[in-house]
């Protein structure tokens, strides 16, 4: 199940009515179920900045589980630390704190973890958030925006907000090549296989993403039934190559979508290609002993704005190559220890973190 609805902007009665044109939840989603929603919450963002997903998206989806007579309960373990405080911050800064007072929905404030098996995948286990292993579906509510490491960050990209907290970062440190850590991701998704998800395609973001760049109209709502099958398709509606985004070239050879003679030309809203996406193929074939010399001049790399830094040691903990000091209240990166993870530039609250071109 692949679909499409025009919607040019984040009004709720407009919202509300691409829904249900959208996708009937019925189909999905039954009396009783308790429901996941999982929006992007990358980091405490207010919605006009449009890093998150933004909240009448997920209140008008709500609104439709309410009528099915299900249970909804928002969660995600943005980055950084996966606690109560942390999560409050979240609710409170992208919009959902008073979502409780508006609609039937709980926000989630449970931090425990529990471990899912994996035993034929790349990764024999995960550590995931508890109320996963609490809940009879789930709805994933990503947005599309580009993203340095992994080119694209919508549907299978989101799921990675399932693993809890700084675990994250862990991740990152354990796959420094971006080829590992997108089989990481595929396999993720394949486990967590969300029951349906819907895109909050009204806006999106372009260049520097998932939270520095600019802002792209799309005017689209978006739903799928299977996470790579939806990626594939929005690839198309973005004017990006599937092939440059490594998880779905991944997912492709796994047989895990086919691909299709769709051009969805009248819903094309083309995105500004990021640098990472250009010189990726060329990347990726590259020897290692190749790769590992060649980075510093090849990739774009982290640059601290010191205008603009604050000190306030959030890339320093997102760190997985702990390549990233403070002094004089200053970030300062260790260029021989940089993976080229961008976790700083995903996560940097202020932009302080600037992309620094390489080569190309």
């Known amino acids: 199940m692949f679909n499409i609805v025009r919607c040019d902007s984040y009004d709720e009665k407009k919202i509300s009515k691409a829904l ?18 999982k929006p992007n919450f990358l980091i405490a963002s207010k919605p ?11 209140k008008c989806i709500i ?18 630390p996966y ?18 007072d508006e609609v039937k929905v709980e926000l989630n404030y449970d931090t425990t973890t529990f471990i899912k098996k994996n035993p034929k995948g790349f990764i024999k286990y995960y550590k995931l958030i508890g109320v996963l292993d609490k809940v009879d579906k789930v709805i994933s509510v990503p947005k599309i925006k580009t993203h340095m490491l992994t080119t694209l960050t919508c549907s299978v990209k ?30 993720l998704a394949v486990l967590a296989k969300p029951t349906i998800t819907i895109v909050d395609a009204v806006t999106g ?8 760049g600019a802002a792209k109209k799309v005017g689209l709502l978006i739903a799928g039934d299977n996470v790579f099958e939806t990626d594939y398709n929005v690839c198309k509606i973005i004017g990006m190559d599937y092939e440059t985004v490594p998880y779905l070239k991944i997912a492709r050879e796994k047989k895990l979508f086919e691909e299709n003679d769709n051009d969805f030309k009248k819903y ?39 205008k603009v830094c604050t000190g306030c040691g959030d890339c320093m903990r997102a760190c997985p190559a702990k390549a990233i000091k403070i002094k004089d209240f200053k970030a300062n990166i260790d260029y021989n220890k940089c993976v080229r993870c961008y976790c700083c530039h995903e996560l940097c609250r202020y932009k302080a973190v600037d992309l620094k071109k390489g080569l190309f």
């Open 205 to 212: 973001m372009k260049g520097e993403g998932p939270s520095a």
């Open 20 to 37: 249900k044109e959208l996708v009937d939840l019925k189909q999905f989603i039954k009396k009783g179920d308790k429901v996941l929603i």
């Open 48 to 58: 006009e900045a449009l890093v998150t997903t933004h909240p009448l998206v997920v």
């Open 268 to 306: 094309r809203t083309v995105f500004r290609k990021s640098h990472s996406s250009i010189v990726s193929k060329v990347w990726n074939v590259l020897p290692a002993f190749i790769k590992n010399l060649a980075s510093n001049y090849w990739l774009e790399k982290p640059a601290i704005n010191r």
């Open 83 to 100: 606690n109560k405080n942390s999560l409050e911050s979240i609710y409170k800064e992208c919009g959902y704190i008073n979502l409780p």
């Open 158 to 187: 989101n799921l990675f907000g399932l693993i809890p907290g700084t675990e994250k970062v862990s991740f990152h440190g354990r796959f420094r090549k971006v080829e590992d850590f997108c089989r990481m991701l595929a396999d």
């Open 63 to 80: 609104k439709e589980l309410d009528k099915i007579g299900a249970k909804a309960v928002i969660a995600d373990s943005p980055g950084g």
